[in-house]
């Protein structure tokens, strides 16, 4: 279940939201975790274990860790069983087959795949791994108090407004609000119009935009001019910027009106002036999980110049290897690792003296890399980045110029403050001009959900 369904939004959401303000405080936690496991196994039923599997294994080792709060040898033995599995079923669904492969490639050993018809990755694994475990690090760490509820902290785990891509919420973020938490009507009415800015990202936004993209895939690289290669990666660009923020932004107005507050997960990262300044802004929750977890354990930066270097390759090596078991996705996350130590060593003070050149030379990098993300196919990045490349003259770009000129203007512009701006202007502030706007983008979006085909999440593969 996608929150950019019809089943989602006339179904599902109001069922929900109607019985969680209804029941009592203390049972709201409860009618939060259920809905959110049938949100989760509506259509994934067979993964319903696993998910059991790892709320009940961190559950028990958060207890058992603090129980053994005095024997060091135990409390660590109790962390490691806990750590394992619950990253063994990432490993195991995530990247089982790409170790195979690899090795067949490598070895010709002929190891049987795993049919993929039959075994696919779980939704969400990625994120709801990532958060688990952070609980789990936290509590060994003594950063965090263990939580002894098993409703409270099922929920924290399959919270459905974040549960399938972020942003990745840690237990620390919500505990109190976990316990103690206020629903007020302007907390609603502010979730609200973050829901529906972010649905509007999503299917005004980044759906229409990635046909373009798709259109030409469909065409083929090696058929398109350069110019159209161009608009295409552009497209992409866009595409999957409005796509993962729009559904960040719909998670944080779901929490909104539940009563958390959700942390940022984007900041208008295509107005960054680097690559450095870039993920600050772009999935700030997993570039913070990575720092928290991976980056500052192996000694961050308070080691000498060689260790560092080596503990920011691990962090990309990582960071690129998350995203997917293949190829390109190791090559995306070590081709920023290579640019953030150039602009390290010595490049970045001199982005800071032209706002414009360092903008521009970020803008085209960052094209680069969503090329590099987009295709696991390598002979197929070749031929697009070939053609991008080649100067290859043609007209079939100034066709699909005129059917996405305007949406390539409003990508730019929500791209921006530009809108946010309008929205804090004294106009933008007027309740009545406020519910009439939002109402309106609900209703386009709703009629283009109905016209359209099915389009999931980008990052649902991730």
Same mark, same amino acid.
């Given at each position: ?19 969680? /303000? ?20 509506? &259509? ?13 294994? #961190?559950? +028990? ?30 490993? $195991? ?16 050993? !002929? =190891?049987?795949? =795993? ?10 694994? %990625?994120? /709801? ?8 690090? @936290? ?26 891509? !972020?942003?990745?919420? +840690? ?47 469909? +065409? ?11 608009? &295409? ?31 940022? #997960?984007?900041?208008?990262? /295509? ?6 300044? $870039? ?8 570039? %913070? ?9 192996? &000694? ?9 270097? $080596? ?11 998350? *995203?997917?078991?293949?190829? #390109?996705?190791?090559?995306?996350? +070590? ?14 003070? *001199?982005?800071?003296? %032209? ?5 521009? /030379? ?14 696991? @196919?390598?002979?197929?990045? !070749?031929?697009?980045? &070939?053609?991008?490349?080649?100067? *290859? ?9 005129? @059917? ?59």
């Amino acid at each position: 279940m996608v929150f950019s369904s019809l089943l989602f939004l006339f179904r599902f959401l109001p069922i929900t939201f109607l019985i969680y /303000y209804l029941v009592p405080y203390k049972a709201k936690n409860t009618v939060l975790f259920l809905a959110s496991l049938f949100f989760y196994t509506w &259509g994934e039923t067979k993964f319903f274990p696993i998910m059991f599997v790892s709320i009940g294994v #961190n559950y +028990l080792a958060g207890l058992l860790m603090e129980k053994f709060d005095q024997k060091p040898k135990a409390r660590k033995v109790t962390f490691w069983v806990a750590f394992v599995i619950t990253l063994g079923f990432l490993l $195991f669904f995530k990247y089982t087959n790409f170790f195979i492969s690899n090795l067949n490639a490598l070895f010709g050993i !002929g =190891l049987p795949m =795993l049919d993929s018809s039959e075994f696919h990755l779980p939704l969400g694994i %990625s994120f /709801y791994t990532f958060q688990i475990l952070a609980y789990t690090i @936290d509590v060994y760490r003594r950063k965090i108090k263990v939580e002894h509820n098993l409703i409270d902290f099922g929920a924290f785990v399959v919270l459905f407004p974040q549960l399938i891509a !972020g942003p990745i919420v +840690l237990y620390s973020d919500i505990s109190r609000e976990l316990k103690h938490r206020r629903i007020t009507l302007e907390q609603i009415e502010e979730g609200v119009g973050l829901f529906i800015m972010g649905l509007a990202s999503k299917i005004l936004l980044a759906d229409t935009i990635g046909a373009l993209w798709t259109e030409v895939q469909t +065409l083929g690289f090696s058929q398109v001019s350069t110019a159209l290669a161009w608009m &295409g990666i552009i497209a992409y660009s866009f595409q999957i910027y409005f796509d993962f923020s729009g559904y960040s932004l719909m998670a944080i107005g779901l929490g909104r009106m539940l009563g958390f507050y959700f942390p940022q #997960n984007f900041n208008y990262p /295509y107005i960054s002036k680097s690559i450095t300044e $870039f993920w600050r802004r772009w999935h700030i929750t997993l570039s %913070s999980w990575f720092r928290d977890y991976v980056y500052i354990p192996l &000694g961050g930066n308070r080691v000498k110049q060689s260790r560092h270097f $080596f503990n920011i390759f691990v962090v990309w090596f990582l960071t690129g290897f998350w *995203h997917g078991a293949a190829w #390109n996705f190791i090559f995306w996350g +070590l081709y920023f690792f290579v640019l953030l130590m150039i602009e390290k060593t010595f490049l970045l003070k *001199h982005l800071e003296k %032209s706002k414009v050149l360092s903008h521009i /030379y970020l803008i085209f990098l960052i094209i680069i890399s969503w090329g590099i993300f987009a295709l696991s @196919d390598l002979s197929q990045m !070749g031929a697009l980045f &070939g053609r991008m490349f080649s100067l *290859h003259a043609g007209n079939d770009w100034m066709y699909y110029l005129r @059917d996405y000129a305007i949406m390539f203007v409003l990508c730019v512009l929500a791209s921006t403050p530009f809108f946010k701006k309008l929205a804090d202007s004294s106009l933008g502030k007027n309740k009545v001009v406020r519910t009439v706007f939002l109402a309106g983008v609900f209703v386009v979006c709703v009629a283009f959900m109905v016209d359209s085909t099915y389009s999931p999440f980008l990052y649902f593969n991730f």
